[in-house]
């Protein structure tokens, strides 16, 4: 029998096999199992890379080690890397007074300053004071332009961006900002919200977790479109929040496993995914977080795993713009680099169902519009019981 220490394929066909027989959980159990055993090239590099570098994370050993166990081997390193290179660079750092419950919005960008825009003046309205921008090579103005923000500390990178670099170029960033503060981490087509937002600003949404010991906020990204199909020219890219006003609220589905609930389905899944790929693209967040020292953050969930449990259902909401007229290149560039996740293979799919059929729209007859924050509560999966309490506050 050949040994599963040494040889690959056999690790992958079982994998592959269990397809046909077992959930989603089960597999990804299996997996991990094999991982944190030493059993697969991917564990036993990523148990070496973490015992050569423990001595930079002593106040996150513990979050580091379940990152090395269920971690990708490459993704493991390049977070090492860019954190023990010092990556980021402080640009402008301010020392704003906030009251214990205001948290910092923290954002990776490049060449996005239409957006940036749009997600400063939102947030500022919600209650947000201060923002954090890491600037990774802008060449269209939005780095020039957050320098003269009165409210935004920069920061500056010039490493190559993947996924598990950006998480990296967040820690650093917070290593300047502070622990034991609450952080809003989003991307730069992403704006947070929930039920109530116009009456009760986040700073009181805060009091009402720290009230519920809540830390860590399970958010749902909510994929919001327009009537027409992906990437419509005619919307402006400085008013899409008017057009952009639809969201699914009963194709979303939630599942346990070991590393967080893992939400899926929205329109992405039922226009641009095969029957079975329903569980490929992740809609978990835990974007609002009271980050300590000893938490690393991760895109769809954070380590240590037990911060990703404290509630069952999503308690917020992520407005995702994504399929913007000026997103088609973007979309492009991201198939020809295969910078993120599977060689950019969820950007592949994308662009092969566009490409096939122009007129593609997530639009159909039970889109909800989005005309106040309480229609959120029509998603079938939020969790009205929280809201319930929250809004009779």
């Known amino acids: 029998m050949p040994s599963l220490?040494?040889?690959?394929?056999?690790?992958?066909?079982?994998?592959?096999?269990?397809?046909?027989?077992?959930?989603?959980?089960?597999?990804?159990?299996?997996?991990?199992m094999i991982h944190s055993m030493g059993l697969s090239r991917i564990g036993r590099q990523n148990k070496k890379t973490y015992k050569e570098n423990i001595e930079h994370f002593k106040n996150c050993k513990d979050a580091l080690y379940q990152m090395a166990t269920y971690g990708h081997c490459n993704d493991f390193a390049l977070f090492i890397d860019s954190y023990k290179n010092k990556a980021v660079k402080p640009v402008k750092v301010l020392d704003i007074v906030l009251c214990e419950n205001d948290p910092i919005l923290i954002c990776v960008v490049k060449d996005d300053l239409s957006r940036i825009k749009i997600q400063i003046e939102y947030h500022r309205k919600i209650g947000v004071k201060h923002f954090a921008y890491i600037d990774n090579m802008s060449k269209d103005g939005t780095f020039e332009w957050l320098e003269k923000q009165n409210d935004v500390s920069l920061f500056s990178t010039s490493e190559e961006y993947r996924s598990a670099r950006q998480r990296s170029w967040m820690r650093q960033t917070v290593d300047f900002l502070g622990?034991?503060?609450?952080?809003?981490?989003?991307?730069?087509?992403?704006?947070?919200?929930?039920?109530g937002i116009e009456n009760k600003p986040i700073s009181k949404y805060i009091d009402f977790l720290e009230k519920k010991n809540i830390q860590s906020v399970f958010t749902l990204v909510l994929d919001m479109y327009s009537k027409n199909s992906l990437f419509s020219s005619f919307v402006s890219e400085y008013d899409f929040l008017?057009?952009?006003?639809?969201?699914?609220?009963?194709?979303?589905?939630?599942?346990?496993?070991?590393?967080?609930y893992n939400v899926s389905g929205g329109p992405r899944t039922r226009i641009l995914s095969k029957s079975d790929q329903s569980d490929i693209q992740c809609l978990t967040n835990y974007s609002l977080v009271k980050w300590s020292k000893s938490m690393?953050?991760?895109?769809?969930?954070?380590?240590?795993l037990s911060s990703n449990f404290e509630t069952s259902l999503p308690i917020a909401v992520i407005l995702h713009y994504k399929f913007l007229p000026q997103d088609h290149l973007k979309f492009e560039d991201h198939v020809k680099t295969g910078v993120h996740v599977g060689g950019s293979a969820e950007y592949k799919r994308y662009m092969k169902t566009?490409?096939?059929?122009?007129?593609?729209?997530?639009?159909h007859e039970r889109s909800q519009k989005l005309d106040n924050s309480m229609d959120l509560m029509k998603i079938d999966i939020i969790n009205k019981g929280f809201f319930g309490e929250f809004l009779a506050k």
């Open 179 to 195: 622990y034991d503060k609450w952080y809003l981490d989003l991307d730069s087509d992403e704006l947070f919200s929930y039920p």
């Open 354 to 363: 566009f490409n096939e059929n122009p007129c593609t729209s997530f639009y």
């Open 296 to 304: 690393i953050i991760r895109a769809h969930h954070n380590f240590p």
């Open 242 to 260: 008017k057009e952009y006003c639809y969201f699914d609220t009963d194709t979303y589905k939630i599942q346990k496993t070991i590393l967080r």
């Open 5 to 32: 220490h040494r040889n690959k394929p056999v690790i992958s066909k079982i994998i592959d096999r269990l397809k046909i027989f077992v959930p989603i959980n089960f597999r990804l159990h299996f997996r991990h």
